[in-house]
């Protein structure tokens, strides 16, 4: 157990829906990263959100937004959403203050758009 | 470009054999990361590699890292059932305005 928490495990939904994604990170950990993993793409670098700021962006779509909240938790909301979208989405968290860097990944959220 | 590669990308192995996977970068940084999936499930963290020459071993797999080189490699000995998943490597491009650049993955199978 990483310590990185996400809700729901599962969704499924329809085109044109909006769907949020919740992830709590590990306690103490400030940055939370949102990657999208999909069969054809890998893993994608989304969002990171660092004490409620946005820290970096990679390729996320306009379609989605996240936001990081003063209690460090984090929500991925995806709209109008297509197809393409269906894959697993992975929340992870970093250590404050240590050289390392590492990565905690949490056990993810499977979407599936119909 | 900003770009991770592994090879091989897919390696089926028997028990008892040893392989070597392969990452390169292909921007100057001095951490990389071994992470390992398997089908599903989350990722989870095997090696944290902070500078040249750093040499990390757990259990049958051992990584190492030569920045000069912008080379990392995850070395398999005697592998077991136990150790089929899929692998990735990550560098850290926070100096070119990225976060952690995953490889695409080396899916091991072992088999018996």
């Known amino acids: 157990d990483s310590g990185v928490t996400q809700t729901p495990k599962h969704l499924i939904t329809a085109t044109g829906q909006r769907v949020t994604l919740r992830c709590s990170p590990r306690?103490?950990?400030?940055?939370v990263y949102w990657y999208q993993q999909s069969l054809d793409q890998g893993l994608q670098f989304l969002i990171q959100?660092?004490?409620?700021?946005?820290?970096a962006k990679g390729n996320i779509l306009e379609r989605f937004s996240a936001q990081q909240f003063p209690d460090l938790h984090s929500e991925l909301n995806l709209s109008s959403l297509e197809l393409g979208d269906s894959a697993l989405y992975f929340c992870a968290s970093s250590a404050t203050g240590t050289r390392t860097g590492e990565l905690f990944f949490g056990e993810g959220s499977r979407l599936t758009v119909l | 470009e900003l770009k991770v590669e592994q090879n091989p990308l897919f390696l089926s192995m028997q028990e008892g054999k040893n392989y070597t996977i392969y990452c390169n970068y292909s921007t100057t940084s001095d951490r990389l990361y071994w992470y390992r999936q398997d089908p599903g499930k989350s990722l989870e963290s095997l090696f944290v590699l902070l500078s040249n020459g750093a040499v990390k071993q757990e259990g049958r797999l051992m990584a190492s890292l030569d920045t000069k080189a912008r080379l990392s490699t995850l070395h398999i000995t005697a592998a077991v059932h136990d150790l089929s998943a899929t692998y990735f490597c990550?560098?850290?491009?926070?100096?070119?305005?990225?976060?952690?650049?995953f490889g695409p993955g080396t899916r091991l199978s072992v088999l018996p």
């Open positions: 959100y660092y004490n409620g700021e946005e820290r």
């Open positions: 990550a560098v850290d491009m926070m100096n070119y305005g990225q976060n952690f650049v």
């Open positions: 306690s103490g950990d400030l940055s």
